[in-house]
């Protein structure tokens, strides 16, 4: 059986990874920040590791005897770059054959410090002698579902420019895919979703498909400082204003013909992410 470190396991993207693995036969050794109580995804198959990213502490134990390492950094993370080292040292000295990266879409945009963190940690990885495989994702519709259940969109960036987000599970699918068989090897994928929609129209679909109200409000970016804004350090707080200043510049869009070919079928739509219970 095809054994898997998953880290930042506990978050969204790494719940997901972890249950789509699973699901595929795979054992998972989830690496959680040490003393962290956030859950991971629940299944016989996965076990916690305690593994500090910042320090690199816990890899040599976490990845002893597995086939495979999936790298999740947290998000907005300044370390992420050294965190990605980090990994990618201890899975040489460990002998590991293949790693796959979870960056994302347009890592190279000079607008978003930490894309530009992404793709300086891409380059790092290139260089290590295992076989690597880059997965750059588009915004996952998780992101705004919440809020469109809750009945108001609001964001602090034009309400009116063009996104290609994504279903979390299709992007965790994908990343079994690249973790389980060869299909994937050696390349890196823009992963975008199906449709390109403004949080105008998301917010439009979803009262359609809820049957009841759902606002798209834009915010300025003072309430946002003043609201989610004010629990953030300053460094995530810069990387977030710089990446609503590029939403409001173009949006966040890509090519949707690879996510298709690489699930061997349709992706979700909002739709679909709207209508699961
Ligand atoms: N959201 C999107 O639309 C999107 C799109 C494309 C790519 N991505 C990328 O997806 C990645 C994962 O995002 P996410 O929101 O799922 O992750 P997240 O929740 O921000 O982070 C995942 C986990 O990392 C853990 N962590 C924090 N510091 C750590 C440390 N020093 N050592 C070990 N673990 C540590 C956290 O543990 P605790 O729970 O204990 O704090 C958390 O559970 C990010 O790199 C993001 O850029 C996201």
């Known amino acids: 059986m095809t054994e898997v470190l998953v880290t930042g396991a506990a978050g969204k993207t790494g719940r997901a990874v972890t249950k789509a693995l699973v699901c595929r036969g795979a054992r998972v050794r989830c690496a959680v920040r040490p003393g962290s ?65 979870h960056s994302v879409m347009h890592p190279d945009d000079t607008a978003m410090p930490h894309h530009l963190r992404k793709h300086e940690a891409e380059k790092l990885l290139r260089e290590k002698p295992f076989g690597l495989t880059i997965l750059r994702p588009a915004a996952y519709h998780q992101n705004l579902r919440p809020a469109a259940l809750a009945g108001e969109i609001a964001v602090p960036y034009s309400l009116d420019v063009p996104f290609t987000n994504v279903d979390l599970d299709d992007i965790a699918q994908v990343a079994a895919t690249a973790v389980l068989t060869r299909e994937l090897d050696h390349a ?10 403004s949080v105008r129209e998301l917010a439009a679909i979803a009262a359609d ?9 834009q915010i300025s970016r003072e309430e946002w400082l003043a609201g989610a804004g004010a629990a953030l350090a300053p460094q995530p707080r810069a990387d977030l204003l710089a990446m609503f200043t590029a939403y409001d510049r173009e949006g966040f869009a890509g090519d949707s013909t690879i996510l298709p070919r690489l699930l061997g079928g349709a992706p979700s739509t909002w739709e679909n992410v709207l209508s699961v219970a």
């Open 37 to 101: 109580s956030t859950p991971i995804h629940e299944d016989a198959a996965a076990r916690r590791v305690p593994v500090d990213l910042a320090t690199g502490e816990g890899l040599g134990v976490a990845l002893a005897g597995v086939d495979a390492v999936y790298v999740i950094a947290p998000n907005v993370n300044a370390r992420e770059v050294e965190m990605v080292r980090h990994i990618a040292d201890a899975a040489v000295a460990a002998g590991i054959p293949r790693v796959v990266y």
């Open 188 to 197: 890196a994928y823009d992963l975008a979703g199906p449709q390109e929609l």
């Open 209 to 217: 498909v809820l049957g009841r109200p759902v606002r798209a409000t």
